[in-house]
């Protein structure tokens, strides 16, 4: 019995840290009454604040392309250690694997293919790697993103604290990269009351952030469209859930590279005969060791063998998207 506690004890602790390693994505949770006991009007005015509106996947890809193939990249490295308060060198060595030894295998294996991707970059990290954010950019095809100031987590701050991190950080990274981000994911995908209404305050293009579709949609704010792009997310598309260690969990990563190549290449494969959209979430500090490496390496030739595949930035594919559904209604 206390072995049994003791490992349940031991799992709570670590959900509930959401640790350096674990990326526990944060949901709101009511800090008084128990929701079952919250009129039914507040239940679906929650439910219903940010919701999915129209699909906006065009009728065809560019040059005739049948599915668009976003890759990217959440260049966390140190962050969501410091975020959590932690000091170890250990935990610090960690992050810094992903711009010592990640960024530059992933940045040459993009570089032999010729694919675009998107990084996602807090701007912690940037201060931290401002020439593994040159690097990036000098390749050209590239494109840097919006990923919160520390790796914070957004449901947890005041409205005020939001603004003013997603200010400092949009600037932050302007000034390393020399462009402003046009579109952001939050910080372990995790979004306050408040964020969409920050997002289109500060006239970003796109959110990558949601999972209300595997389509882009456009997000609806309160019943009304806002104009900003979805290109959404998933667990399963995530290397983190695979891969990813946390030393205080009694649950430890299991799963082969190939193992998740057989799930990204049938979630490839499903997106190619829909004709839409295929986002991969990726860390340097976890892809970017050798055997995972290796792997996406086979992904991205798998992808590259068939017909009719655009690789673009998320940029790219928001823009598009949002041009086509000026001109046609799928």
């Given at each position: 019995m206390r072995i049994r506690k003791k490992l349940l004890l031991g799992l709570v602790a670590g959900l509930a840290l959401a640790g350096p390693w674990s990326e526990g994505r944060v949901t709101?949770?009511?800090r008084q009454e128990p929701p079952w006991r919250w009129p039914e009007s507040r239940v679906l005015e929650i439910a219903r604040r940010v919701r999915a509106g129209r699909d906006l996947t065009p009728r065809q890809w560019p040059a005739g392309a049948r599915v668009a193939v976003g890759l990217s990249f959440d260049f966390d490295n140190e962050t969501p250690a410091l975020r959590d308060g932690q000091t170890s060198p250990a935990l610090m060595a960690q992050g810094e694997y992903g711009a010592r030894a990640g960024l530059p295998r992933i940045l040459r294996l993009l570089d032999e293919y010729q694919v675009p991707a998107t990084f996602f970059i807090p701007?912690?990290?940037a201060k931290l790697y401002p020439q593994s954010v040159r690097e990036i950019l000098a390749r050209g095809r590239h494109?840097?993103?919006?990923h919160g100031w520390i790796h914070e987590r957004n449901s947890?701050?005041?409205?005020e604290e939001e603004r003013e991190l997603m200010r400092r950080s949009l600037e932050a990274l302007e000034q390393i990269a020399g462009r402003r981000?046009?579109?952001i994911r939050t910080p372990s995908w995790d979004l306050s009351p408040a964020t969409m209404k920050l997002i289109r305050e500060f006239g970003l293009l796109y959110d990558s952030s949601l999972m209300a579709d595997d389509r882009p949609y456009e997000i609806v704010?309160?019943?009304a469209p806002t104009g900003?792009?979805?290109?959404p997310v998933e667990w399963i598309l995530d290397d983190y859930p695979y891969f990813g260690m946390d030393r205080q969990s009694a649950i430890r990563p299991h799963t082969t590279p190939e193992e998740v190549f057989s799930i990204w290449r049938a979630e490839f494969d499903q997106a190619y005969e829909e004709g839409t959209l295929f986002i991969l979430t990726l860390h340097p500090h976890i892809i970017g060791h050798r055997s995972r490496i290796v792997m996406l390496e086979r992904l991205i030739r798998h992808?590259?063998?068939r017909p009719g595949v655009w690789f673009a930035t998320h940029e790219e594919i928001a823009r598009y998207v949002r041009e086509m559904s000026t001109h046609s209604t799928r």
């Amino acid at each position: 019995m206390r072995i049994r506690k003791k490992l349940l004890l031991g799992l709570v602790a670590g959900l509930a840290l959401a640790g350096p390693w674990s990326e526990g994505r944060v949901t709101e949770s009511p800090r008084q009454e128990p929701p079952w006991r919250w009129p039914e009007s507040r239940v679906l005015e929650i439910a219903r604040r940010v919701r999915a509106g129209r699909d906006l996947t065009p009728r065809q890809w560019p040059a005739g392309a049948r599915v668009a193939v976003g890759l990217s990249f959440d260049f966390d490295n140190e962050t969501p250690a410091l975020r959590d308060g932690q000091t170890s060198p250990a935990l610090m060595a960690q992050g810094e694997y992903g711009a010592r030894a990640g960024l530059p295998r992933i940045l040459r294996l993009l570089d032999e293919y010729q694919v675009p991707a998107t990084f996602f970059i807090p701007a912690m990290s940037a201060k931290l790697y401002p020439q593994s954010v040159r690097e990036i950019l000098a390749r050209g095809r590239h494109e840097i993103g919006l990923h919160g100031w520390i790796h914070e987590r957004n449901s947890l701050l005041s409205e005020e604290e939001e603004r003013e991190l997603m200010r400092r950080s949009l600037e932050a990274l302007e000034q390393i990269a020399g462009r402003r981000p046009v579109g952001i994911r939050t910080p372990s995908w995790d979004l306050s009351p408040a964020t969409m209404k920050l997002i289109r305050e500060f006239g970003l293009l796109y959110d990558s952030s949601l999972m209300a579709d595997d389509r882009p949609y456009e997000i609806v704010l309160e019943g009304a469209p806002t104009g900003v792009v979805e290109l959404p997310v998933e667990w399963i598309l995530d290397d983190y859930p695979y891969f990813g260690m946390d030393r205080q969990s009694a649950i430890r990563p299991h799963t082969t590279p190939e193992e998740v190549f057989s799930i990204w290449r049938a979630e490839f494969d499903q997106a190619y005969e829909e004709g839409t959209l295929f986002i991969l979430t990726l860390h340097p500090h976890i892809i970017g060791h050798r055997s995972r490496i290796v792997m996406l390496e086979r992904l991205i030739r798998h992808m590259r063998q068939r017909p009719g595949v655009w690789f673009a930035t998320h940029e790219e594919i928001a823009r598009y998207v949002r041009e086509m559904s000026t001109h046609s209604t799928r």
